[in-house]
């Protein structure tokens, strides 16, 4: 697979998202047997959350693949609630019990609110670092504003990431975002990369995903993904609950896009012209 280059390591360029997992939407069985077979096919970064299902998420984590967990990359996400210097601290504690493990990859603030201030979130960070807590940290859904403004303070230029909602129907990212992080050297992360499934229905835009996917022997939400991370900067964490589906999206890592293949996708899914707010799910 792909991978892309995140604070000096290579990680693969298409991970593995858990969102709405371990809360008994699917059979538990089934979306452990999901998690495993990701990693077995390269995809060993795994994106979770406190805040998904009140820890479950993490917990079905551990269940998972708590044998493995020396080959994983795990991110894990604080919730604005907790973001000063000590509640990252806890937070961070209760996510680490959570997932049976002494130290997080990557963890991010999940999203900012008016009453987080960057110095103190970087300072629990580094705080946590510093423990051996944390490998790196970094944000999640911060337009060019926040970045900006967190780049200005000192210790910002540290943050490794910035995960945000981006994938065929949600490219206004490219416009100003993706530009100033690719400035300061921090690639993307991109959650919902097929758009929550909602890429696959019926459309002109399903119609051109099927006509490049036709082309390959793959299926459009293979296609769907391969764009995503078409620029090496730029690394996926779909979700899914089927060992099939994990073996598949794993397969889109390997996939390369052609310059008319690139075309259609552009003339069916084109990026807004002028500056968009970052927008989320």
Known sequence: MRTVTMSDQELPAIGQGTWYLGEGRAPRDQEIAALRAGVDAGMTLVDTAEMYGDGAAEQLVAEALGSVRDELFIVDKVLPSHASREGIIGACQGSLERLGTDHIDLYLLHWRVSQVRFDEVIEGMDDLMREGSVGSWGVSNLDTADISELLGETGGPGCATDQVLYNLIRRGPELELFPLLAEHGIP????????????????????????????????????????TVRSGDVLAIPRTGSAEHAAANAAAGDLVLGEQDLAELEAAFPAPETPIALETL
């Open 188 to 227: 993307v992360m991109a959650y919902s990369p097929i758009e929550q499934a909602r890429l696959l229905q019926p459309g002109p835009g399903l119609d051109a995903l099927e006509r490049v996917a036709q082309g390959h022997g793959v299926s459009p939400a293979q296609v769907a993904l391969a764009w």
